[in-house]
């Protein structure tokens, strides 16, 4: 019995190590194949932050020396990416597309080779070189990990899954934020939308809503939109909901004048302080 009590738990903790992202063994290092993915980044925008929601996917664009997680120093700067789960565990997030860009124009990306994702150097006149160690994606227990080409310079491109119409990500970076919604989305009705913290404006760009926020230090982002369609769903529901409540209303007034006029025929609603046949004489009250 104690040796099959043995078996079973050694059989449970070699379950646990390799069920997931969460286990004892970690989870795993990042798909090449992700990290070499393309993927356009606006580069040359004012924010601090700016996310862009595509639908299914979000790219978004960090300012390195703004940034809140990883480490600071000139010889090993690093970013940490990572989402929670719905009992706010660390996971490490999956990162595509990672794009480093110098003020200067240089980009360096993933390539993709038989020993897995190089980084890569293009220059702006077009030549390229192999960097292996210039930058770096490793996955921990608990985050995402990016090796950075530089400290105080240049902005970081990434790309994050997305699901449902909310998106919700840590602040990586401090300073300013925008966020770019889908085509057809709005955050205007408060029953239907969220977005914390506060922004300070919205406006209207090429047919998308951008949302900014000029200083943000808050731990976390989080916006929930709607699309058009949704609006007009909801204001069908809402309507729908009136009438039947109207409807209803107009019943429960019918039903309640129909009982009353059945008592009046049997004589049980008759008003005795009204009836002089029965009061009594004058002087015997």
Avoid at 12 to 25: E, N, Q, R
Avoid at 71 to 89: K, M, V
Avoid at 122 to 129: E, L, W
């Amino acid at each position: 019995m104690n040796r099959r009590l043995a078996f079973g738990l050694l059989g449970l903790a070699v379950l646990l190590a390799t069920a997931g992202c969460s286990t004892i063994l970690g989870p795993g290092e990042a798909d090449p194949a992700d990290l070499a993915a393309d993927a356009s980044y606006d580069w040359n925008v004012s924010a601090d932050a700016y996310l862009e929601v595509n639908k299914g996917n979000v790219t978004a664009v960090y300012r390195v020396a703004n940034r809140t997680t990883g480490t600071r120093e000139a010889e090993n700067p690093t970013i940490e990416i990572y989402t929670r789960d719905t009992l706010g565990t660390e996971q490490p997030e999956t990162v595509r597309a990672v794009k480093f860009r110098y003020p200067n124009g240089t980009l360096v990306e993933f390539t993709e080779t038989n020993d897995g994702a190089v980084a890569t150097v293009q220059y702006p006149n077009g030549t390229s070189r192999q960097a292996p160690d210039l930058m770096t994606v490793d996955r921990t227990r608990s985050r995402t990990v990016v090796a950075l080409p530089a400290n105080q310079t240049g902005r970081l491109g990434v790309t994050v899954p997305k699901n449902g119409k909310s998106v919700t990500t840590p602040a990586y970076v401090e300073g300013s934020y925008e966020v770019v919604l889908p085509e057809r989305a709005e955050v205007g009705v408060p029953l239907l939308a969220k977005v914390r913290p506060s922004a300070d404006r919205r406006a209207e760009v090429d047919d998308r809503v951008h949302v900014y926020w000029n200083q943000v230090t808050a731990p976390t982002l989080s916006v929930r939109y709607y699309l058009d369609r949704d609006l007009l769903l909801f204001g069908g529901l809402a309507a729908g909901a009136t009438a039947i409540g109207l409807a209803g209303a107009g019943y429960y007034l019918l039903q309640l004048r129909e009982t009353r006029r059945k008592r009046e025929e049997v004589g049980l609603d008759v008003d005795i302080e009204d009836d002089d046949s029965r009061r009594p004489p004058p002087g015997m009250g």
